[in-house]
């Protein structure tokens, strides 16, 4: 379909513009394919009681009136999941340390655990305590993190099982010295009494 | 009953908390325990299964938001929120869109309220003693006229008096909310 434009008037100095080759040429072709207003072979439905503009008008008028009804163009439900008894003295987005301890063989490593809305994220030697040796075990944090399971049991617990299986793999990575590195890693503190 | 009693980290965390199930039934399994419209809360206290409260104000994952940083800066709930207090159901009254959230950073004025009415839903600017006010916050520079004679403040002179009061200067810059 072609629009209808509203040229400026024509200068009064007597100056033609051509707007186009074809106004240039001025062939016959080029002035009844000006006029008209569809292109040639383009149905225009002339000799029937609907032209071919009242009918996409029609037709835009129902899919107007059809797309007030659609349903499908709503935002999506999206619903907020709390919990349904709270985590003891969280803070929602706000960290919580937890001083806890692993226990060894020979006595226990004194660690501070990071958690946030009852998820422990991050595990490191408590550096508080000066008796012993200061602790670090780095790595640690990563395997909590790639957890998918939802943490919500006893920190403790979970920490207690994975911190052995995590520090026995760490020993594995650090061979063929590993007994030596793993001292420097996590150093216990043994109590005697 | 005030808007803190369920979301109770608002003034401390980034997140208003939604309550959970226990916060319900400490009112609720003595006030309306057979209202069959709660019978949801009664169901997830029950079996432990959360409750999906529908989420009506959303805000875009690239926008950071603090609740804390406005609540305790003398934003009301009301700025955001409407008037919840009033709403059988909740609905999204304001556009939360970033040229309405403009609108109120680069005019803060415009919102600002003391800080012990920022809960108080149902808050006019009417409401303020101009006498106290002055006592409290002081006036804002250049004014010469004794405000504590006056009948009422303007929004618009409190929240000026509380701008120049607090050093509030919202951010304007891009990565203020897009960080």
């Known amino acids: 379909m072609k629009r209808v434009f509203q040229h ?33 072979g383009a149905a225009e439905l002339n000799g029937d009681e609907w032209s071919r503009r009242d009918f996409l008008k029609l037709m835009g008028a129902s899919m107007t009136l059809a797309g007030i009804g659609l349903t499908s163009c709503r935002r999506p439900e999206m619903h907020l999941v709390p919990f349904t008894k ?34 422990p ?46 520090i026995r793999l760490r020993a594995n990575d650090c061979a063929p010295n590993w007994k030596k590195l793993f001292r420097v890693c996590a150093g216990a503190f043994t109590n005697r009494s | 009953m005030d808007c803190r ?41 029950k079996t432990g299964d959360p409750i999906d409260w529908v989420w009506i104000h959303r805000t875009v994952d690239y926008v950071y938001y603090n609740h804390a940083a406005h609540v305790n800066r003398g934003i009301s709930c009301f700025s955001c929120h409407g008037p919840v207090n009033h709403m059988p159901v909740v609905y999204q009254a304001k556009p939360h869109s970033m040229g309405w959230c403009l609108e109120c950073h680069r005019h803060p004025e415009n919102f600002l309220r003391p800080e ?64």
């Open chain 1, 86 to 119: 709270s985590v003891e003295w969280t803070i929602p987005g706000k960290f919580l340390y937890y001083a806890t301890a692993m226990p060894r063989r020979t006595g226990a490593i004194p660690l501070i655990a990071t958690t946030v809305d009852g998820r």
């Open chain 1, 121 to 166: 994220i991050k595990l490191e030697g408590n550096p508080l305590f000066t008796r012993g040796k200061r602790v670090i075990v780095p790595t640690l944090t990563p395997m909590l993190e790639r957890s998918a399971k939802p943490l919500l049991i006893s920190t403790e617990t979970v920490l207690r099982s994975w911190l052995a299986k995590r």
């Open chain 1, 8 to 40: 400026p008037p024509e200068p009064v100095n007597g100056k033609h513009y051509w707007r186009g080759l074809g106004e240039l040429s001025d062939t016959p072709e080029f002035r009844q394919w000006l006029e008209r207003e569809f292109p040639q």
């Open chain 2, 116 to 179: 012990d009415q920022v809960f108080n839903l149902d808050w006019k600017p009417d409401d303020v003693k101009p006498a106290e006010f002055v006592a409290k916050y002081g006036k804002p520079q250049g004014v010469t006229e004794d405000w504590s004679k006056r009948k009422t403040l303007s929004q618009s002179e409190i929240g000026q008096t509380l701008k120049e009061r607090w050093n509030i200067t919202p951010p304007q810059n891009c990565q203020g909310c897009h960080r």
């Open chain 2, 5 to 45: 009693y369920c979301h109770s980290f608002v003034e401390m965390a980034a997140q208003s908390n939604v309550p959970n199930t226990q916060t319900c039934m400490n009112c609720h399994t003595q006030v309306q325990k057979d209202n069959p419209k709660l019978e949801p809360v009664r169901a997830s206290w």
